[in-house]
């Protein structure tokens, strides 16, 4: 069963999503320049609201490179040394793993997308193997002051130059090794890795195929940027002195977005290793929290802080259709979410005529303002908490215990 999620969402003047020139992110569709929001930002904006939507902190994930650090942190907290000595313990503890660590940072080669528990397996993995993993910090210890004494030698011309040292090969794990990466990496009651999915370069067996997919929004007419062009003033400076003491701009546009997700139901099930319970959790706190999720860039001096406007949520056994096309022909109006709703509605209409609708289950549409051209009245929900009830309902997916939705106010 795949769930699909379409919303519609207007944004006063902002810039969400920068790109590396600091510009609101744009892409060229039907023609247009359009806004556009990434969809990392959509994911990572949506996970922080994970846990005001059911799920418990242990129940969602993290990415980082500083599960070292972490490690070490518990490994002291524990009486096995100051901080700097954990921190070599822990880092060949990772390397007997098979991963690979920047030694001058200390930080993984990549980020790691794992559960919360992740530090305290791989704390409890170099507890359990100390004796090595010291033996081998001490060993390299060694090495390295005989090194620097050979470099210092070469220095005073006492010995010839010694030869380059030749870069380390990365360790290929035992089984008993992949076995105990396996439990650092476990991802069986972690959602958001069970949504999002996790790609390890060195391991493509720790990889977990995404149950979610989710497209970059996209506004539904032509948009131009535009700039602010501000200043300063020292709020200590002498009343007889005039004149700015910082200016700027800072890009921004307004724009009205199609937003568009799925999640298979069958494959997120599958990632929680068939937890009936965690799924139906998950999958509700997927869909509040999409429909939560606005990306945190120039908030704080812009404040975008607006809530989607239309909304159409399709259940279906096979097939998934994202609705962009509706919009190939840029929106030209003066009452854009209007008919951006008009449009988005009559071509799923059209494409359900033409491709034929045998795999839908459900259709649900809602609007705050409850204009809603093109969908039957049974098909029409009057609330948020109402459309997601119908939407999980039909998926076999509605908790047994919902709690209390935390929706941001518009």
Not at 298 to 306: D, E, F, G, R, V
């Amino acid at each position: 069963m795949i769930i699909e999620l379409h919303l519609l969402q207007s944004f006063p003047v902002s810039n969400l999503n920068r790109d590396d020139m600091g510009q609101p992110k744009t892409a060229t569709f039907g023609g247009a320049v359009r806004g556009r929001i990434s969809s990392q930002s959509l994911k990572r904006s949506a996970r922080q609201y994970f846990t005001q939507n059911g799920l418990a902190e242990e129940e969602t994930g993290v990415r980082t490179k500083r599960l070292l650090h972490q490690a070490a942190a518990r490994l002291t907290e524990k009486n096995l040394g100051p901080e700097e000595h954990t921190r070599l313990i822990v880092a060949e503890g990772l390397a007997t793993l098979g991963f690979g660590i920047d030694r001058s940072t200390q930080l993984t080669e990549y980020l790691l997308f794992v559960g919360r528990q992740a530090s305290e397996f791989l704390a409890q993995y170099c507890i359990d193997k100390q004796a090595e993993l010291i033996a081998k910090v001490e060993e390299k210890a060694a090495a390295a002051a005989k090194a620097e004494q050979k470099k210092s030698a070469a220095k005073d011309g006492t010995q010839p130059p010694a030869k380059p040292a030749a870069k380390a090969a990365k360790i290929k794990p035992s089984k008993e090794q992949l076995e105990a990466a396996a439990r650092v990496l476990d991802a069986r009651r972690v959602a958001d890795v069970a949504l999002f999915g996790r790609m390890i370069a060195d391991n493509k067996g720790f990889n977990v195929d995404a149950a979610s997919q989710v497209a970059h929004a996209i506004s539904t007419h032509a948009v131009a940027s535009e700039f602010d062009y501000y200043t300063a003033v020292d709020d200590e400076k002498p009343g007889d002195a005039s004149g700015a003491d910082m200016i700027g701009t800072v890009d921004f546009n307004s724009a009205c977005y199609y937003r568009y997700a799925n999640v298979d139901l069958g494959q997120l099930g599958t990632n929680l290793g068939g937890d009936g319970d965690l799924l139906a959790r998950t999958a509700r706190a997927w869909l509040y929290a999409f429909v939560q999720a606005r990306p945190s860039g120039k908030q704080n001096s812009m404040a975008a802080l607006t809530m989607p406007h239309a909304f159409l949520g399709v259940v279906r056994d096979s097939g998934t259709w994202n609705l962009a096309n509706a919009f190939l022909k840029p929106v030209d109006s003066l009452d854009l979410m209007t008919d951006s709703t008009e449009r988005m509605l009559h071509h799923f209409g059209s494409l359900r005529r033409f491709y034929g609708d045998t795999a839908i289950r459900s259709v649900t549409a809602a609007t705050v303002s409850g204009d809603l051209p093109h969908v039957a009245v049974d098909d029409v929900a009057p609330s948020l908490d109402d459309f997601a009830s119908r939407v999980l309902t039909t998926a076999g997916v509605s908790p047994r215990e919902q709690p209390e939705t935390l929706v941001p106010a518009p």
